[in-house]
């Protein structure tokens, strides 16, 4: 919110920066997740060939049809009775928590530095690093200068591309962060959100599907949904949208939260000795329930609080809580409802998922399901539409992953 200050403070300053010198590591997200002993072999985690099912006619007469995702749960031996279940949170996980931060903040490469070497894991035994999510504005009100090219002030699209390589989120914060200035699109949001998701896309080819409200503006929310996404993120502003919780309720069931948009609230603390304060508390009480979660937000940090909240945070929730971006679990959730089919024959269970309603916009396309049999899982054989699989023979678990990286 001290954004206007700060910027008047730039004055006419002008960085240069050349743009995208290096190309971005699409197509390799997955690359931090580390091999654990139930990780598929290569063979299996391979692209899948969509020409060539001749492998795979002993099991699946039926042609594979492109349009769907599909897999098949290989058992040791005959798995009549084996069943899955879609698992309602990300890696069968009990809740989870999001951390963004505001206005393009350079403190947010600080808090990168950190998380990206805290991890839970997936159930199957790989880590995955905490991400965040930056809340990112595209062009100021005093010079109109895109914020993603003043890199002595704000975060780069370069450090963005790194960012999303991480697993974190870019969140759309409007196109000018103020209804007044010299440069404005005034009060209306609607244009300000669009013009802000075509930037990033144009800039750095992501397609946003969440935004943080800029100061308490109303309206804001609810041009948001109209646009598409899935959800907005204020302390103090939800036009009347669900779950609208405001700060009072900082632990929340997710079940309150609608599944196609949610106006959430956030913990929000510039003061990172009374965010830790605040952000212990919540995670006492997290682990306490089930399916609920709590998110925070900042334009700054300070490193050794942040410390010491993931310190204890890892500690507390025992590998039981998801530290993600509030949009990759709204679209596990949008997942998780897909129409999906099972069938079993011999040692295989082939589970089918259509995803023909998903928006385009959707990155994180995962899923984990629970299997129950007598027989144990041996291996996972990607059939259509999935990066990878990784599984664990002695809970069930099974997640598949698939993520978009590029946008035209
Ligand atoms: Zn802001």
């Given at each position: 919110?001290d954004?206007?200050?700060?910027?008047?403070l730039?004055?006419?300053?002008?960085?240069?920066?050349?743009f995208c010198?290096?190309?971005c590591?699409?197509?390799?997200?997955?690359?931090?997740?580390?091999?654990?002993?139930?990780?598929?072999?290569p063979?299996?985690?391979?692209?899948?060939?969509?020409?060539?099912?001749?492998?795979h006619?002993?099991?699946?007469?039926?042609?594979?049809d492109?349009?769907?995702?599909?897999?098949?749960?290989?058992?040791?031996?005959?798995?009549?009775?084996a069943?899955?279940?879609?698992?309602?949170?990300?890696?069968n996980k009990n809740?989870w928590?999001?951390?963004?931060?505001?206005d393009?903040?350079?403190?947010a490469?600080?808090?990168?530095?950190?998380?990206?070497?805290?991890f839970?894991?997936?159930?199957?035994?790989?880590?995955?690093?905490?991400?965040a999510?930056?809340?990112?504005?595209?062009r100021s009100n005093?010079?109109?200068?895109?914020?993603?090219?003043?890199g002595?002030?704000y975060?780069?699209?370069?450090?963005m591309?790194?960012m999303?390589g991480?697993?974190?989120?870019?969140?759309?914060?409007?196109?000018?962060?103020e209804?007044?200035?010299?440069?404005?699109?005034?009060t209306?949001?609607?244009?300000?959100?669009?013009?802000m998701?075509a930037?990033?896309?144009?800039?750095?080819?992501?397609?946003?599907?969440g935004?943080?409200?800029?100061?308490?503006?109303?309206g804001?929310?609810?041009a948001?949904?109209?646009?598409?996404?899935?959800?907005?993120?204020?302390?103090?502003?939800?036009?009347?949208?669900?779950?609208?919780?405001?700060?009072?309720?900082?632990?929340?069931?997710?079940?309150?939260?609608?599944?196609?948009f949610?106006?959430f609230?956030?913990?929000?603390?510039?003061?990172?000795s009374?965010?830790e304060?605040?952000?212990?508390s919540a995670?006492?009480?997290?682990?306490?329930?089930?399916?609920?979660?709590?998110?925070?937000?900042?334009?700054?940090?300070?490193?050794?609080?942040?410390?010491?909240?993931?310190?204890?945070?890892?500690?507390?929730?025992?590998?039981?809580?998801?530290?993600?971006?509030?949009?990759?679990?709204?679209?596990y959730?949008?997942m998780?409802?897909l129409p999906?089919?099972?069938k079993?024959?011999?040692?295989i269970?082939?589970?089918?998922?259509?995803p023909?309603?998903?928006?385009?916009?959707?990155?994180?396309?995962?899923?984990?399901f629970?299997?129950?049999?007598?027989?144990?899982?041996?291996?996972i054989?990607?059939?259509?539409?999935?990066?990878?699989?990784?599984?664990?023979?002695?809970t069930?678990?099974?997640?598949?992953?698939?993520?978009?990286?590029?946008?035209?």
């Open positions: 919110m954004y206007l200050k700060m910027h008047l730039l004055g006419l300053v002008v960085i240069t920066f050349s010198a290096e190309s590591q699409k197509g390799e997200n997955h690359g931090q997740l580390t091999p654990g002993s139930y990780n598929l072999p063979e299996d985690s391979s692209t899948t060939n969509k020409t060539d099912t001749s492998h006619d002993n099991t699946s007469p039926e042609p594979l492109p349009t769907k995702m599909s897999f098949e749960v290989v058992f040791s031996n005959t798995a009549d009775d069943k899955a279940t879609v698992a309602e949170l990300k890696y809740g928590v999001s951390l963004e931060f505001d393009n903040s350079l403190d490469l600080k808090a990168e530095e950190l998380l990206k070497g805290k839970y894991t997936d159930g199957c035994g790989n880590n995955v690093p905490y991400a999510a930056l809340a990112v504005i595209g005093y010079n109109n200068q895109e914020m993603g090219t003043m002595d002030y975060v780069t699209y370069a450090q591309k790194t999303i991480l697993g974190w989120d870019i969140e759309n914060h409007s196109l000018y962060h209804p007044t200035g010299n440069y404005n699109n005034g209306d949001w609607a244009k300000n959100i669009s013009e998701n930037l990033i896309l144009q800039k750095i080819n992501y397609n946003m599907n935004a943080v409200v800029p100061v308490n503006y109303s804001f929310p609810t948001a949904k109209n646009f598409g996404y899935l959800f907005s993120s204020s302390e103090s502003t939800f036009d009347n949208l669900a779950p609208g919780l405001g700060d009072y309720q900082k632990v929340a069931s997710f079940n309150l939260a609608p599944l196609t949610s106006a609230n956030r913990i929000f603390n510039d003061d990172w009374k965010m304060t605040d952000v212990k995670t006492a009480t997290l682990i306490t329930r089930k399916n609920s979660y709590f998110r925070l937000g900042s334009h700054k940090v300070n490193i050794n609080n942040l410390q010491n909240i993931l310190d204890n945070f890892s500690s507390v929730t025992k590998d039981n809580i998801l530290f993600l971006s509030t949009r990759e679990i709204m679209e959730r949008v998780a409802k999906i089919t099972y079993t024959e011999a040692n269970l082939k589970v089918v998922i259509d023909k309603t998903l928006p385009d916009r959707f990155r994180w396309r995962d899923l984990s629970i299997v129950t049999s007598k027989a144990k899982i041996t291996n054989k990607n059939l259509n539409g999935i990066d990878k699989a990784t599984f664990n023979p002695e069930g678990l099974v997640n598949i992953f698939k993520q978009k990286t590029i946008w035209q």
